[in-house]
């Protein structure tokens, strides 16, 4: 996937607000150059999405979107 992507930022969760536990651990931001860099990400993104169980017991949530600002 890294040929793809443009940038990419992660965010742990620390609070969801005052005296409120983070409603997420970690936040993984990636930007592309267009949809096709994206499409090709995701084509390649098989041995990532394998190797979330090793770390994660949950289901991922997924945004795809497009930035504004």
């Known amino acids: ?3 793809h992507i ?3 930022m992660i965010v ?3 609070a969801g607000g005052p005296d409120t536990p983070a409603g997420f651990h970690v936040i993984a931001t990636m930007a592309f150059a ?3 860099a994206m499409d090709s ?3 390649a993104a098989g041995p990532v999405l394998a190797d979330i169980p ?3 017991s949950g ?3 997924v945004l795809i979107g497009e930035v504004k600002g």
């Open 1 to 3: 996937m890294g040929a």
């Open 6 to 8: 443009d940038q990419t």
């Open 12 to 14: 742990e969760g620390l």
């Open 34 to 36: 267009d949809q096709a």
């Open 41 to 43: 990400a995701l084509g």
């Open 54 to 56: 090793n770390f994660y």
């Open 59 to 61: 289901q991922p949530q």
